[in-house]
């Protein structure tokens, strides 16, 4: 469920590449909020970037609880 505002939809890893998929997905939740689809398997850099910016003062470590 979702609960508040909902400003963008981000739709990223190797499945992002199938043009099936995204259609399908546009259809039922397009319209919750605009959709970005960005490609690719980059999960690996952004963890390592996020620990590279913690380490070096730029964030802090952020804890997620349910």
Avoid: W
């Amino acid at each position: 469920m979702l609960r508040g505002i909902v400003d963008q939809i981000v739709l990223t890893g190797g499945l992002a590449y199938s043009d099936e998929l995204i259609a399908y997905l546009h259809d039922r939740i397009g319209f919750i909020a605009p959709i970005t689809v960005l490609p690719g398997e980059n999960e690996l850099e952004a963890l390592a970037l996020g620990v590279f910016n913690v380490l070096m003062g730029l964030e802090e470590v952020r804890e997620y609880t349910m």
